[in-house]
Each structure stands twice: as C-alpha cells, then as structure tokens.
C-alpha cells in the first residue's frame, strides 16, 4: 500500500517529498485543462503500440477503455485531481491503475513525461489558436456591418490625434480589419510551425522500441514527426510564437479599446457606445464610463509580460529538458484567456456603438481639413508643382487662420486674394462633403477575401475601389 501511494519516480527515494516543494513542484492546477489532449494522445500512443506489436491487443483494449473511462469522470466533473501526482499525465495514469490494475504500466512504453507534455502542449495551442482565429473572424464581420452602414459618414482623420483630411468613418474602421486579417496569418502560421509531432523522442534519446512516429503523428493531426530528439524536448518556441502573436493582436485590440475612448469622450463626441457595455461612478451621478474598453486596453500588459516571461525563462536554458520549462502553460493559459475575452468584448464593444454623423462633419470642417485638396486642385489645374501648391494653400489656410475662419466659410474673393486666376469652381474643394463626394477618391483594399466569405460583395460601392 505504501508503494502504490509513491510517485512513479518516488522507487528511487527513501524520503517523501516535502509539502512545500509538493505545492511548488505540482502542475496539476494549472496542467488539468490538458486532459482531453492527454488522454487523445495516449489513446493513439496505445494503438501504435498495439500495431507494432508491443503490447498485445487486449492489453490495449483495456488500456483505451481505462482512459475513456477517466475522460468521461473529468468531462462530469467526478474525477479527483491530487497534487501529490504532480500533473496530469500522473493523476491519469495513477487512476488508470486503479481501473484496470497493472496493465496501466504498459501504456508508459516507448515515451516519456518529456514528450508527452509537449505533444499535448501542441496539440491544445493549435486548438487554441483556431478558436483565436474563429473570434478575430467574428470581430471582422461586426467590423464589416458597421462599416457597410457608415460608408458616406465623414469623419477627420487623425494624425499626431490633429485633424488631418477628412474619410469616410467606414474606412477607418475598415483599417483596424487590415490589423486583424494579419493577426490571423500570424496564428495559421504558428499553427504550421507546430504541425510536427514530438511524441516519439523519449526524455530526450528517442526509444528502442520499434514504434511508428509516423502513424502517430498522422493519428494526431500533425503533419509528421519531429527531426531531432534532443531539440524536440526543449523546444518551446511555439510558446514564444504563440505568445507574441497574442501579444501582437492584443495591441491591435488595445489600439482599437483607445480610439473608441477617445471617440466616446466629452471632447470629441464622435461616437455614442450602448448603455450596456457602459459603467456608471459611486459619487458622480452623470457618468457614464467605457470601462470595457479600458479594461481591455490595459489587460494587454498581461499579454506582453507572459511573453516577457516566457523569454526570460528560456534565454538561458541549456538543452534538454529542465523544469524551469513547467511555467510555460500557465503563461500560454493565461495569455490565451485573457486575449480571447478582449476579442469577444471588443466586438461586442463594436456593434454597441453608433456614429455620431452631425458631430463628425461637422469636427471635420475644423483643422482646416480640405487644405490638402486645395493644393492638389492647384496641381491638377493650374500645372504647378506640388510644393509651390502646397505654399499656396499654407498661405490661404494662415489667411483664414487670422481671419477666424474655416476655410468654407472664406469668400471667393478672399480666396482670390492668394491666387487671382482662380475660378469659382475651387469653392467646392473647402466643403468637406463636396470634397468628399467629388474629390476624394480612396484607394485600398479592404475586404478582400473576406468580400465572399462574408457574402458583403458590392457594399463599399461609394468612392471606393475594391481591390
């Protein structure tokens, strides 16, 4: 009875393990959410054993239906997780003796807990970043239905946060889908760097047993085996990629979180966000607060610190396997969790807005926007070179400046007074949705490929060319 209550190591030890570095040492807490992929990959593992004649079949049988047995104890929350086992693969295997007895030692042939974890580690974080992906494609189609209905609200665009020129506030939004798209092919790419399976490579030395990697790594959706035993183990850089891709599109996501409060704020007034993705305050009655949006904007830190810690961990690893490696899921869990709930609360935060379209025009009069334009019509129709135009228009906009003016509202006399061969027709390059309509032609390329996959074929049909 003693012996069944050591650890599959503890044969070897003459004392127990102190509670202390028994708190430190287990995984178990955070390791548990690894149990369907564990259990996935010993069940392969078990019939690789079982084709190359390893481990007879019945041995194999008993094996299979042991591990689906504990599946379906966690999945109805009747199994009972110990820290003395330290991780998940040893509370599985421990119950699994207690199911079918010692055939359950069969199953740890020809692997060890080196390989095991990082098959399973894989296996979750392609998981994982296609449910990353699944909700980033969410947020693109809510950015997308916003957008179609937003294509003629003009609004200034920014730059240095001063009014620049004035857009359509549909290809603004449509520039943050431009960020998301790329985001995605950071995490498809991930998941093609991942696609090799280490199960196979032992503790580091590979095995002497006659296995298949082969079938196991087709059985396990990789798209083959691993090269190299030693690297294989100490390999986390799929962490690290699965980090800074969440690190990176948590910035995207916190861009987002910024603009939407400072649209949303007193000051600027362009936007108005739903009552319910709003807070109030405990001694200010009228406040009404984007804190969702803050929130998200400031959970990024966490992101960029579980990378952080990631880096730190491994810069001064020798190789092969060391258990300095055990902190890398919490960080990944973490990195994970917190990225997903910012996706699905920025989309919620997207479809709980609405432009405010009076306060955008009329915000996109102020700066004097349409100076630009004026410069080009200077170009296009009396042949001047762009920076003797654009002096031209720097004068006008002073002039207006020291009258207290915007430029629509200058007289075609006092436009004349900087060039006089002007023709009245120039009028309409200061109105900024003459400028908009007439003018401003805006070429990018938004929605491709999503146009189809989304069924939004033809939608940005006002001044834009879809590339």
Not at 97 to 116: P, T, V
Not at 136 to 143: A, P
Not at 319 to 334: A, C, H, P, R
Request: aromatic letters at 10%; glycine letters at 4%; charged letters at 25%.
């Amino acid at each position: 009875m003693k012996n069944k209550n050591k650890t599959v190591w503890g044969h070897r030890f003459n004392n127990q393990t102190s509670k202390i570095f028994e708190n430190i040492g287990s995984s178990i807490d955070v390791d548990k959410r690894l149990f369907e992929e564990d259990i996935f990959a010993s069940i392969i593992h078990t019939q690789m054993l079982v084709k190359q004649k390893i481990i007879d079949k019945k041995k194999g049988s008993k094996i299979i239906g042991g591990l689906k047995k504990i599946r379906t104890e966690i999945r109805r929350n009747k199994f009972k997780f110990k820290k003395k086992y330290e991780d998940i693969h040893l509370n599985i295997e421990k119950r699994l003796f207690e199911i079918i007895g010692e055939n359950a030692g069969y199953l740890h042939i020809a692997r060890s807990r080196n390989d095991q974890v990082i098959t399973d580690f894989k296996l979750w974080t392609k998981k994982a970043s296609l449910e990353i992906i699944s909700k980033i494609n969410d947020l693109i189609k809510s950015i997308l239905k916003k957008s179609e209905s937003n294509i003629n609200t003009i609004m200034p665009g920014f730059t240095h946060l001063k009014n620049a020129q004035p857009i359509s506030f549909a290809h603004y939004l449509l520039a943050y889908i431009e960020m998301f798209k790329r985001d995605k092919k950071r995490f498809y790419s991930n998941i093609d760097y991942i696609n090799e399976c280490p199960l196979g490579v032992g503790a580091l030395a590979g095995t002497s047993y006659k296995i298949d990697r082969k079938f196991t790594s087709k059985k396990l959706g990789f798209k083959k085996p691993t090269s190299n035993s030693i690297d294989t183990v100490s390999d986390r850089d799929f962490a690290l990629d699965f980090l800074s891709s969440a690190s990176i599109c948590a910035v995207h996501i916190s861009r987002l979180a910024e603009e939407l409060i400072i649209w949303n704020s007193d000051i600027f007034k362009l936007i108005k966000i739903n009552d319910k993705m709003l807070t109030g305050s405990s001694i200010m009655p009228q406040k009404k607060n984007p804190d969702p949006a803050e929130l998200i904007r400031g959970r990024t830190g966490k992101n960029f610190g579980s990378l952080q810690a990631m880096l730190t961990t491994l810069k001064g690893l020798p190789l092969s396997y060391y258990k300095d490696m055990q902190e890398d899921k919490s960080l990944v869990f973490n990195s994970y969790d917190i990225l997903l709930e910012s996706i699905i609360i920025a989309n919620e935060l997207i479809k709980n807005l609405s432009a405010n379209k009076k306060r955008m025009i009329t915000l996109s009069s102020e700066g004097y926007t349409t100076a630009t334009d004026f410069a080009d019509y200077l170009v296009q129709n009396k042949n001047l070179s762009f920076r003797d135009a654009y002096k031209i228009s720097a004068k006008l906009v002073n002039y207006a400046e020291k009258k207290k003016k915007k430029l629509n509202e200058l007289s075609f006399n006092e436009v004349k007074r900087i060039r006089n061969d002007l023709k009245k027709d120039v009028m309409k390059i200061f109105d900024v949705i003459n400028a908009f309509s007439t003018v401003g032609i805006f070429t990018f390329c938004p929605i491709s490929p999503f146009s189809i996959q989304f069924n939004l074929v033809g939608v940005f049909i006002f001044n834009f060319i879809i590339c």
